[in-house]
Structures are given as structure tokens and as C-alpha cells.
T-cell receptor, first 115, second 116 residues
């Protein structure tokens, strides 16, 4: 399968715990994006990478959130000291980085529930 | 900052009929990209159709077409011959220049139900 994959698909955690999500983009896609989607809303941008460089972070991304993309392949999103407000679907997407072919391909998402 | 507004939270259509989903956006950019994405229940989001703002011709993809009105900042999606598999959340999204590979700004979505 050559699509975007995310792991885990579901995560239930207690308030105050740390969680880490992984995203594997489509191979050869040099751009990778993280979005957050809460119930009844459209996805909201969190951060994105070109290869291993983090190009932009949203103001939504508090100090408790950190993202990495070592070696420009897979990416991880870590949330420290989780809060109930962090409960959401976390979506990852990738694209080839060509301005003439800019479709973003989305993964299935990781649904986080903070109790 | 760019904003995208979808004013129809829910819509329904009979199978084989035509339905139009509305989207308006706000931007000061002159060139940009607009997208419609589909998110079926419990499945991942997929691209339906894309429009480049500098192209006056409306994009079409089989049963899906758009009505792009740049001056009005309107970008509606028309689905012809609706099928049960079209049941999904539909999101309108905006992408700003310069590279054309910047983060998407999404609307809140329209839930479309196709009824047999």
C-alpha cells in the first residue's frame, strides 16, 4: 500500500499523560502536514515540514506539542501533559511539493480521547 | 488571514438528482488554489476537485463540477447524478501561494446524505 499511514488509529489516555503519534507519508513526498479535526469542524492546520525542516507552526500548537521529521521520512507528533481539550482527530497529509501538482493526500487519522 | 465559509451544515439529495454545495472565502491574494475534499464516514479524506484562481474555466471531474466566481469569492460544488457513495462530509479548502504547497484552510464542512 502506498498511501499515508498513521499509528495508532485510536488512543485513549488520562489527563496529564504524554502521547506520541506517528505518520508515514507516501514515499518521495517531501511535504508533510499535521492537522487537527474536532467534532463538527473542518481540519485545522498545526504544522508542516519540507523534508526534515519544520517550515511553519500554527498558533494552535502550544508548547506542549512538538513535531519532528527526522531524515525527512516519517513524522511524529508528541503531546505532553495532555488535557481534555486535546481530544480530537489528528490528521496527517503529504504532498510532492510541486506547485503544479499540489494535492495533499490524507491518512486515516489518529483519534485521541483524553479522559 | 484567509477564511473559508460553508453555510450549509447539512444537505440531502435523492439518488440520481443534482445538488450544489456552497462555499465562500476571504483573501487578499490574487492567485491561489481552491479544493473540494470528501470525507466518507469513518474513511480518509480524498480530493474531489481542484481550481486554480488564475484559470477562468471552471474545473470538472466526471460528475463533479465547480462554479468559480472570483470577484464574488464564491466556489460552489455541483454533483450531478448523485450516487449513494457520494454520502460524506464535503470540505471546501483554500491554499495560498507562493509555492502552491502550503497548508490548507478548511471550511466547517457540509454533511451530504444521498437518499435512495
Amino acid at each position: 500500500d502506498t498511501g499515508v499511514s498513521q499509528d495508532p488509529r485510536h488512543k485513549i489516555t488520562k489527563r496529564g499523560q504524554n502521547v506520541t503519534f506517528r505518520c508515514d507519508p507516501i514515499s518521495e513526498h517531501n511535504r508533510l502536514y499535521w492537522y487537527r479535526q474536532t467534532l463538527g469542524q473542518g481540519p485545522e492546520f498545526l504544522t508542516y515540514f519540507q523534508n526534515e525542516a519544520q517550515l511553519e507552526k500554527s498558533r494552535l500548537l502550544s508548547d506542549r506539542f512538538s513535531a519532528e521529521r527526522p531524515k525527512g521520512s516519517f513524522s511524529t507528533l508528541e503531546i505532553q501533559r495532555t488535557e481534555q481539550g486535546d481530544s480530537a482527530m489528528y490528521l496527517c497529509a503529504s504532498s510532492v511539493g510541486d506547485p503544479h501538482y499540489n494535492e495533499q493526500f490524507f491518512g486515516p487519522g489518529t483519534r485521541l480521547t483524553v479522559l | 488571514a484567509q477564511t473559508v465559509t460553508q453555510s450549509q451544515p447539512e444537505m440531502s439529495v435523492q439518488e440520481a438528482e443534482t445538488v450544489t454545495l456552497s462555499c465562500t472565502y476571504d483573501t487578499s491574494e490574487s492567485n491561489y488554489y481552491l479544493f473540494w475534499y470528501k470525507q466518507p464516514p469513518s474513511r480518509q479524506m480524498i480530493l474531489v476537485i481542484r481550481q486554480e484562481a488564475y484559470k477562468q474555466q471552471n474545473a470538472t471531474e466526471n460528475r463533479f463540477s465547480v462554479n468559480f466566481q472570483k470577484a464574488a469569492k464564491s466556489f460552489s460544488l455541483k454533483i450531478s447524478d448523485s450516487q449513494l457513495g457520494d454520502t460524506a462530509m464535503y470540505f471546501c479548502a483554500f491554499m495560498k501561494p507562493p509555492s502552491g504547497n502550503t497548508p490548507l484552510v478548511f471550511g466547517k464542512g457540509t454533511r451530504l446524505s444521498v437518499i435512495a
